[in-house]
């Protein structure tokens, strides 16, 4: 299976931050790799699709971007509803593997 | 919007089957357009991705859970289901149905926690 391994783990960043998060890929992935946001209990929500393109209805503020086995989500303009649990997912071969998440705080 | 529930038991034994049924609205499972996942999420921690069912027949499930689960479709009642036996309290999570393209998860349930306790 394709490990994804995410960090940091945990970030906290006050309003109006700009927060990078990362995911790196144990193999070749091309861009196929997605973002997700998950608050406390509730499901994940996409944000982001092949590494880089935004999902419909998301804020501009979230971005994406690949650098070859590495991908970065960039939350710009931090806002009080951006607190939550981000995960990263490939989507290159099955099993489809997730990352272990980043839990970005709001200070 | 597609939108997605799932139903079923919250407690299972050691050793029995779980059983897990989503009952979809907004789109046809048999349709083709569409992937039928189930992913679950240990408490606190990660998500796994369990597997699929596709055109309401073709199943990929991951190899990590070897040949305890099945997921099957109902077109009828445009239901997929999932059964995973011999369960352990390492089964212990939140288990959610999802729709997916081929590559992504772009609607879930709201998750359901199974507890696998005598």
């Known amino acids: 299976d394709i490990q994804m391994t995410q960090s940091p783990s945990s970030v906290s960043a006050s309003v109006g931050d700009r927060v990078a998060i990362t995911c790196r890929a144990s193999?070749?992935?091309?861009?196929?790799l997605a973002w997700y946001q998950q608050k406390p209990g509730k499901a994940p929500k996409l944000l982001i699709y092949g590494a880089s393109n935004l999902q419909s209805g998301v804020p501009s503020r979230f971005s994406g971007s690949r650098s070859g086995t590495d991908f970065t989500l960039t939350i710009s303009g931090l806002q009080p509803e951006d607190s939550a649990s981000y995960f990263c997912?490939?989507?290159?071969?099955?099993?489809?593997?997730f990352g272990q998440g980043t839990k970005l705080e709001i200070k | 919007q597609g939108q997605l529930q799932e139903s079923g038991q919250g407690l299972v034994k050691p050793s029995q089957t779980l059983s897990l049924t989503c009952t979809v609205s907004?789109?046809?499972?048999?349709?083709?357009?569409?992937?039928w996942t189930w992913v679950r999420q240990h408490p606190g921690r990660g998500l796994e991705w369990i597997g699929y069912i596709y055109n309401n027949e073709s199943t990929y499930y991951n190899p990590s859970l070897g040949s305890r689960v099945t997921i099957s479709g109902d077109a009828s009642k445009n239901q997929f289901s999932l059964n995973l036996r011999s369960v352990t309290a390492a089964d212990t999570a939140v288990y959610y149905c999802v729709r997916s393209g081929y590559y992504y998860c772009d609607a879930w349930g709201q998750g359901t926690l199974v507890t696998v306790s005598a």
């Open positions: 907004g789109a046809s499972i048999s349709s083709g357009a569409y992937y």
């Open positions: 193999q070749g992935i091309g861009s196929w």
């Open positions: 997912q490939q989507a290159n071969s099955f099993p489809y593997t």
